[in-house]
Each structure stands twice: as structure tokens, then as C-alpha cells.
């Protein structure tokens, strides 16, 4: 069974700051893939960044970055130059072989301005 | 790309009637889609799985009966929630699953439909 652990219900950051996102995670398969999606006020679920398990190279997309640490089984989530419109929930998921998503219990984050 | 669409976006019934939730892949091909549940504050629930062309998966504690699925067409699954009650009330959203051509497959989601029942 694979679960997925966010042990920070709730983060802040100030505007234009960096922030951090914590998530880990259990699977018994070899062949996995880890996911951040947010999910602002409206509700619509937006992929954030994708990084295939097997790939060493840590995943980027703009300010968004992992820092993917697969031994640890960890998959964090770093948001830099932080951005009012980053305010929302974010949910950290695995998905194996049978592609189901298995979700963690989400962070919600609140950008300061 | 990649675009899913719900619809509608939100519905109020009446106890004891069923209500039918659409959803749509508007530029690609959807051999899987995913129905999940959320409540307020809480992560999705995963309801089902629908293959196009065959019978959903429904996860355990999931009423078949009640949430029935179809998926007769690559690019369109619906929830019916038969004989809805107040406790159905919640957020349903569905996803798409796109298959890229490096292998990696990713789930693309609807905007969500939101079911009051009274």
C-alpha cells in the first residue's frame, strides 16, 4: 500500500519570500511517480510539478522546484519569490502501477503581502 | 492542452431525485478517468475508476449502485448519484488521465461540480 504523509497543515510566507512544503512518502513499488498539485479558493485542482521516481535530476518549473530525496522517500516542494496568487491548498501525491493517486492530507499556504 | 470540463458547475436537487454530472476531455483522448469525493478542508477522495468501454472500479465503501459511472466514449464519463440525500451533498471532482509520450502519465482535473441536495 503506498501512503503519503504532509505533516505541515498549514505554512505562511511572506511575498517575495521562499517557502517549503514537506512530504513523504511509502511505496513498495519501483516505478512510481510523485506529484504537487494545488488547489486555490476556486476549488480547480492545477498540477504544479511531476517528477518521475526514477529520474535523479530534481524536477523544475519556474519558481516552483522538489527537492526529491528518494532513499528518504521524500518530496518536498520549494516555492520561491513568493507570489500572492501561490495562496492555496497544496496536496502532495504518489502514483504507481495501478495510477491511482494517493494523496496527502494537503497544506494549506497563505501568502503575507 | 489537456483541458477537462465539468459540468454543470453546481446543482441543488431534491431529496430522493438523481442527478448526472458530466465530464468532458476537451483536446485529447481519455481512456481512464477518476471520480473523487471532497469534503470541505479535506484531501479528494477517490471514488472510482472509469475505463472507457468497460465497467468501473469502484473503491471499497463506494455504492455502485449509487454513484453510477459510464464512460461510453473516449472523451466523456458521468456520475449519476441515484436517489440522492442530503449526505451526498459534497464537491465531486473528476480527472483525466493523459498518457505523455515519454511513458509518464499525469491527471488532469475538472473545475469540480458542487451537489447541494435538500
Known amino acids: 500500500a503506498q501512503t503519503v504523509t504532509q505533516s505541515q497543515p498549514e505554512m505562511s510566507v511572506q511575498e517575495a519570500e521562499t517557502v517549503t512544503l514537506s512530504c513523504t512518502y511509502d511505496?513498495?513499488?519501483?516505478?512510481?511517480?510523485l506529484f504537487w498539485y494545488k488547489q486555490p479558493p476556486s476549488r480547480q485542482m492545477i498540477l504544479v510539478i511531476r517528477?518521475?521516481?526514477?529520474k535523479q535530476q530534481n524536477a523544475t518549473e519556474n519558481r516552483f522546484s522538489v527537492n526529491f530525496q528518494k532513499a528518504a522517500k521524500s518530496f518536498s516542494l520549494k516555492i520561491s519569490d513568493s507570489q500572492l496568487g501561490d495562496a492555496a491548498m497544496y496536496f502532495c501525491?504518489?502514483?504507481?502501477?495501478?495510477?491511482?493517486?494517493?494523496w496527502g492530507l494537503g497544506t494549506s499556504l497563505a501568502v503575507n503581502p | 492542452g489537456a483541458v477537462v470540463s465539468q459540468h454543470p458547475s453546481w446543482v441543488i436537487c431534491k431529496s430522493g431525485t438523481s442527478v448526472k454530472i458530466e465530464c468532458r476531455s476537451l483536446?485529447?483522448?481519455?481512456?481512464?478517468m477518476f471520480w473523487y469525493r471532497q469534503f470541505p478542508k479535506q484531501s479528494l477522495m477517490l471514488m472510482a475508476t472509469?475505463?472507457?468501454?468497460?465497467?468501473?472500479?469502484?473503491e471499497q465503501g463506494v455504492e455502485k449502485d449509487k454513484f453510477l459511472i459510464n464512460h461510453a466514449s473516449l472523451t466523456l464519463s458521468t456520475l449519476t448519484v441515484t436517489s440522492a440525500h442530503p449526505e451526498d451533498s459534497s464537491f465531486y471532482i473528476c480527472?483525466?488521465?493523459?498518457?505523455?509520450?515519454?511513458?509518464?502519465?499525469?491527471?488532469?482535473f475538472g473545475p469540480g461540480t458542487r451537489l447541494t441536495v435538500l
Open positions: 480527472s483525466a488521465r493523459v498518457f505523455q509520450l515519454d511513458s509518464t502519465d499525469t491527471q488532469y
Open positions: 483536446d485529447f483522448q481519455a481512456t481512464t
Open positions: 472509469s475505463n472507457e468501454g468497460s465497467k468501473a472500479t469502484y
Open positions: 511505496t513498495s513499488e519501483s516505478d512510481y511517480y
Open positions: 517528477q518521475e521516481a526514477y
Open positions: 501525491g504518489v502514483t504507481g502501477n495501478n495510477r491511482k493517486l494517493i
